[in-house]
């Protein structure tokens, strides 16, 4: 079974600030994807990032980029230039492509304070 | 584009009352999720449909949980008889195809609270 773990509960960060969350996943498919997932207080989820686990290059979205290493099965995402908005909660999720059965952690509280 | 909606978004009941969740998916979606999000967890799966088919409901407890997408459109959850440790926020997902590579777009979820 796919389990995916989140070492870090909460985190807090200074607004302009990089800060990084962890990820790490176990499975024995060669095939899969990874998402990175925001969920901000009282508000839904929306995603942040995915990344297809053939693909060697780290996925990039405006401020958030990820650090894919396969071998580690490691997942991170990296903040650059923190906002006040971006405090939230933040999950990481494993997908097999035939399956859709999305794994989440348990999540990463991120706090930016001014 | 209108996003997925849901409704009520809050509930609160006693153990073994009866209560339905319904979710609109985004229009033309063909998939639609059911996750569980105890306080404190990341979601977990339910049950997901492929218009009107159920594609998978392993992870349903079916002795009190049931679902169902009538004309492979909107959805309804419900649950009977509830127990406590079913107090959660359920979410309703949808996404354009089955596959990968389409985002699932979440709604607000509905917070359910039995006491």
């Known amino acids: 079974a796919q389990t995916v773990t989140q070492s870090q509960p909460e985190m807090s960060v200074q607004e302009a600030e990089t800060v990084t969350l962890s990820c790490t996943y176990d499975?024995?498919?060669?095939?899969?994807?990874l998402f990175w997932y925001k969920q901000p207080p009282s508000r839904q989820m929306i995603l942040v990032i995915r990344?297809?686990?053939?693909?060697?290059q780290n996925a990039t979205e405006n401020r958030f980029s990820v650090n894919f290493q396969k071998a580690a099965k490691s997942f991170s995402l990296k903040i650059s230039d923190s906002q006040l908005g971006d405090t939230a909660m933040y999950f990481c999720?494993?997908?097999?492509?035939?399956?859709?059965?999305?794994?989440f952690g348990a999540g990463t509280r991120l706090t930016v304070k001014p | 584009e209108a996003g997925v909606a849901q409704s009520p978004r809050y509930k609160i009941i006693e153990k073994r009352q009866s209560v339905a969740f319904w979710c609109n998916p985004i229009?033309?979606?063909?998939?639609l999720y059911w996750y569980q999000q105890i306080l404190g967890q990341g979601p977990k799966l339910l049950i997901q449909?492929?218009?009107?088919?159920?594609?998978?409901d392993s992870q349903l407890p079916k002795d009190r949980f049931s679902a169902e997408r009538l004309k492979g459109v909107d959805s309804t959850l419900k649950i009977q008889p509830a127990k406590l440790e079913d107090s959660a926020v359920y979410l309703c997902?949808?996404?354009?195809?089955?596959?990968?590579?389409?985002?699932?777009?979440f709604g607000p979820g509905t917070r359910l609270t039995v006491l």
């Open positions: 499975t024995s498919e060669n095939n899969y994807y």
């Open positions: 999720a494993f997908m097999k492509p035939s399956h859709l059965d999305m794994r």
């Open positions: 990344q297809e686990a053939y693909k060697q």
């Open positions: 449909f492929q218009n009107n088919g159920v594609v998978d």
């Open positions: 997902a949808s996404s354009l195809d089955f596959s990968g590579t389409d985002t699932q777009y």
């Open positions: 229009s033309g979606h063909a998939t």
